[in-house]
């Protein structure tokens, strides 16, 4: 598929039969095919994890991405090490593993002709998680949105604040919810997409704060994680909880939209605020 870069491509070759088990219906699906369906399982329409660079090919017009910020990176404030060894250590690796900078990719591009600023989370670097340097990112994303008026679009795909980091991650709540929030100001039009799984403090921040909140199918959005609430609250809580369609149920997102029609649904909902 043309979403796909030509490394990614090289780096597929010869390891062809390769199975992806679903995590929500465990069948086996081909490397190839789960792939070429966007990562989204053919048999159950789970959503699963997919590259920052991807969504970029998947949501943005050819050649119109430019990235922005690349140089921040994460800065090891506390010296943290724990018996698996030192946050640097493991960014470092991250970084080397992911070829990003941090956990979220930032730029802006095209969709469907419109400009827009963007912030795009990616799984893969310490579990999408937000630190000082991810919500510098988007902070100064949502600060471009504001001194060019265009709309800003933040994909979340993340664990929650970066423990390494402590209360300065915790920090980055506040500081991203303040640059979304200067949006109003000018009526720049915030869209919140949330995918598999958008959690602790990313969902307690900008991840809810969308003028629309769009969710992909079965994605695990919450605050606290299951387990803490029916020990805290004493009750059994129902099995669809936390999942996009309960949210959607009552009323926390907007929309529940396919991958494959993700570019299509925003290019539409930004062309009202066009209007
Ligand atoms: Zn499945």
């Keep these: 598929m043309a979403w796909f870069s030509k490394s990614e491509e090289k780096q597929k070759s010869g390891r062809e039969n390769l199975w992806i088990k679903c995590k929500q219906c465990y069948s086996h699906i081909y490397e ?4 070429k369906n966007l990562n989204v399982c053919p048999n159950c329409n789970f959503h699963g994890s997919i590259k920052s660079w991807d969504r970029v ?38 970084k080397k593993k992911s070829g990003l900078s941090e956990a979220v990719l930032t730029g802006h591009g095209k969709i469907n002709g419109i400009k827009v600023a963007t912030a795009i989370m990616d799984f893969r670097f310490l579990g999408g998680s937000l630190g000082s340097a991810t919500g510098e990112k988007i902070l100064r994303a949502a600060n471009y949105a504001y001194q060019k008026n265009i709309p800003y679009i933040v994909f979340s795909e993340s664990g929650g604040a970066r423990m390494q980091e402590g209360v300065l991650s915790l920090m980055q709540m506040a500081k991203t919810c303040n640059g979304i929030a200067k949006l109003n100001k000018k009526n720049i039009p915030y869209i919140s997409v949330l995918a598999n799984p958008t959690t602790g403090g990313v969902t307690a921040s900008y991840a809810m704060m969308g003028d629309i909140n769009i969710a992909e199918p079965f994605a695990v959005i919450g605050f606290a994680g299951r387990r803490v609430i029916e020990q805290t609250i004493g009750e059994k809580l129902p099995a669809d909880f936390q999942t996009a369609e309960y949210l959607l149920k009552h009323g926390f997102v907007d929309s529940i939209v396919n991958r494959k029609d993700l570019k299509h649904f925003i290019s539409n909902v930004l062309s009202y605020y066009n209007r």
Excluded: H, R
């Excluded at 190839?32 to 792939?35: A, D, G, I, V, Y």
């Excluded at 090919?57 to 090490?81: C, Q, W």
């Design 32 to 35: 190839n095919e789960w792939k």
């Design 57 to 94: 090919e998947l949501i943005f017009d050819k050649n119109t991405f430019k990235e922005l910020f690349a140089n921040i990176s994460p800065v090891d404030s506390l010296k943290f090490v724990d018996l698996k060894g030192s946050y640097k250590d493991k960014f470092e690796a991250n």
